[in-house]
């Protein structure tokens, strides 16, 4: 019997192929992964015989499918049933990460060509099986919204265009506290993606000087996310502090490369935004394992910090590719998760 997912080894490399392993697809439990392929085996159906219908999900869930055919990255040539069928292979990831979170949906009813509208607003026709709860916004208004945390609720989501849905840093029940804060890195027009690498290590390296621990993640498009897990008596404030004075620290100390100046037209075009202001109640960033609505299907992809090397091309992480790496890396983002930063630490900056 396996008591323990952390192998314990004098060597470090050997220690982290070992904990890959405990922590990879692979030993998900056969229930799950025959869930999981009886989900696509009806997609599949659906699609090539061109027909809309239901899929029956586990706990008797069922969700309405249309158009699974329609091309939603065309030069990809990636359909509506392909961006279902990743989300079905990464929900066992992506739904505890967003499992009770307020979902801002950005749709894109005719795909990444078409056009798109923000949604905020649960629709008045959610299907059951679709949660959806009545919480205050950052207006201070009572607003429903769709709330993440199942298979349903992701497909249904999709369903309508909607694959980007990205979460809230707070759960319903304690909005008040946030769990994450978020760092963005947000390049400016002349900016390489080496230099966004660079700059997300000089993060890395204030996180160290602070005694605190993040996970870096590609953001799905040219930029880069990295997250701090908070403990649970964090506020709004904290989230909000701590993220400005790693921000602020890494601009101060390379003034020529990275700013914190949120007007666009003060930034220089080879800058990186280092941006902390997406904390407050209602901001969002992509989540892990996210779809983004970039042409080439690309996925917010959790990174080992060994990974950021002036090689990295956040192009190579999509719905084709991502499934594979989860099996070969394991889930990187929930391990990292799982350890909030001290109490003592956060609340003194």
């Not at 509208?117 to 207006?139: D, H, L, M, S, Y």
């Not at 897990?229 to 602020?248: D, G, H, I, N």
């Amino acid at each position: 019997m396996v008591r323990s997912r952390q192998w314990r080894a004098t060597d470090n490399g050997l220690a982290r192929h070992f904990n890959h392993f405990l922590n990879s697809p692979a030993l998900v439990p056969a229930s799950k992964s025959a869930a999981t392929d009886r989900i696509i085996a009806q997609l599949d159906a659906l699609q090539e015989a061109g027909e809309d219908g239901e899929v029956a999900l586990p706990g008797r869930a069922r969700v309405h499918v249309s158009s699974l055919a329609k091309v939603w990255f065309p030069k990809a040539k990636l359909t509506k049933g392909d961006v279902m069928r990743y989300y079905a292979r990464v929900s066992p990831y992506l739904l505890p990460i967003i499992k009770d979170r307020p979902l801002s949906l950005k749709r894109f009813p005719n795909g990444v060509g078409g056009e798109f509208f923000f949604q905020q607003k649960a629709p008045q026709n959610a299907p059951a099986g679709v949660r959806v709860e009545t919480i205050e916004n950052e207006k201070g208004e009572e607003q429903e919204r769709i709330i993440g945390g199942s298979l349903a609720t992701l497909l249904y989501c999709t369903q309508i265009g909607a694959f980007e849905c990205n979460p809230w840093n707070t759960r319903v029940q304690s909005l008040e506290h946030p769990d994450f804060t978020v760092i963005d890195l947000d390049p400016g027009p002349k900016a390489s993606y080496k230099r966004v690498v660079e700059i997300a290590l000089w993060v890395k390296e204030a996180l160290d000087h602070l005694g605190l621990h993040g996970i870096a993640k590609t953001s799905g498009a040219t930029g880069m996310h990295i997250v701090l897990p908070l403990p649970r008596s964090a506020t709004e404030a904290t989230a909000e502090r701590v993220a400005q004075v790693v921000a602020t620290a890494v601009a101060g100390a390379h003034p020529k490369v990275a700013t914190v100046e949120r007007s666009i037209s003060a930034r220089g075009e080879s800058q990186v935004y280092v941006d902390f202001g997406q904390n407050s109640r209602g901001k969002t960033v992509a989540a892990a394992y996210g779809v983004r609505a970039k042409e080439g299907a690309p996925v917010s992809t959790p990174l080992e910090w060994d990974e950021l090397t002036p090689d990295l091309d956040p192009r190579e992480f999509t719905i084709e590719t991502v499934p594979d790496r989860i099996a070969r890396l394991g889930d990187l983002y929930g391990a990292a998760m799982k350890k909030p930063n001290p109490a003592r630490l956060v609340t003194d900056l």
